[in-house]
């Protein structure tokens, strides 16, 4: 079998790019597998939703998550990043991750309102239809568009609470979120030799 000049071509740029070849997966040691092609370490949804629950009220990891969200990112990017995140750790399979997402979605919600902080559902919350005057074609796509928006928002805003255990709200309602993490510094002047003069 002969290799084309375009193929040697292209293994040449990839290996320059640090791109990996085609099919070097395959080549990989069995007795070496990446953590997500193991068996995945939680099949129960109730043990995950436990553990991802334990994972979200660190108190690092609870401030950094409200932080982002008061810097508008939204409930659903935290919990995908959480949750893709365990999938990468080999914590769980992608359908147990998919049926982990409306209940992580709850707690980081309830993290939110605990801290007092307000939240948006979905990145494109803040996004609004750009009103275009003109004939009564348009105006009737105007509404359509408005129509298939309002039920996108509330498919996304039936986040239900009996997705999560009892035991699991339980924790949840008994939280502690201190409010220093979130209160701003107060800056101190100092008399130091970099600062301006009177």
């Keep these: 079998m002969t290799i084309s000049k375009d193929a040697i071509d292209f293994m040449e740029q990839s290996l320059d790019t640090g791109r990996p070849i085609p099919g070097q997966s395959l080549t990989n ?3 070496e597998p ?37 810097n508008g990112v939204s409930v659903i990017d ?11 750790e080999g914590k769980w399979n992608p ?11 709850y707690m980081v919600m309830a ?13 494109t919350d803040d996004e609004e239809v750009e009103e275009v005057v003109g004939e009564k074609a348009v105006e009737a796509i105007e509404k359509e568009v408005g129509a298939l928006d309002n039920i996108r928002r ?13 035991d699991v709200r339980k924790v949840i309602e ?5 409010p220093s993490l979130l209160e701003k510094v107060e800056q101190t002047t100092s ?3 970099l600062s301006k003069g009177e």
């Excluded at 935290?78 to 990468?88: E, K, M, N």
């Design 29 to 31: 040691s069995p007795e």
């Design 78 to 88: 935290i919990a995908s990043i959480v949750l893709y995140q365990g999938f990468l």
């Design 191 to 193: 008399n130091s030799l």
């Design 154 to 166: 509330k498919a996304v805003q039936q986040v239900s609470p009996q997705s999560v255990p009892d």
């Design 95 to 105: 359908d147990l991750m998919t049926l982990l997402m409306e209940p992580t979605m």
């Design 34 to 70: 990446y953590n997500w092609e193991k068996p995945s370490e939680f099949s129960n949804p109730k043990e995950a939703m436990l553990y991802t629950f334990g994972i979200l009220t660190e108190p690092e990891t609870t401030a950094n998550i409200l932080i982002n969200i008061t």
């Design 111 to 123: 993290l939110c309102e605990k801290a007092e902080i307000s939240y948006k559902l979905d990145s």
């Design 174 to 178: 008994q939280t502690e979120i201190e």
